[in-house]
């Protein structure tokens, strides 16, 4: 008896960010989005062409979180709030979309 693989469902629409919308997002430049992903701070979604670099926001905002690197020009001693931009794009302690 065969089992059928049924594909992942993908994300909602409105989870899933550009570099641009990351950073307007997390209020620091386009370039700070950029040297965050090229150092291994955050990552990108994978299964997309390589020229397509889209983020899954709870992913993000995860490892964010778990990271030790401050970004953006407050850094200097201002710790980012996960907490808070979950608040604020109104996800819960889970990175579900609440509605």
Partial sequence: MKTSRTK?????NDLVLTKE???ALLKVSLKTVERMLQNGDITRM????SDVVRFYLPDVMEE???????F???ADGEKLKAETLKAEI??????????
């Fill in 8 to 12: 992942p469902e993908a994300p909602p």
């Fill in 21 to 23: 919308e990351l950073a």
């Fill in 46 to 49: 994978k299964g997309l062409p």
């Fill in 64 to 70: 964010l979180r778990r990271g030790k690197h401050k």
């Fill in 72 to 74: 953006g020009r407050k």
């Fill in 90 to 99: 109104g996800t819960d302690t889970e990175g579900r979309h609440q509605r």
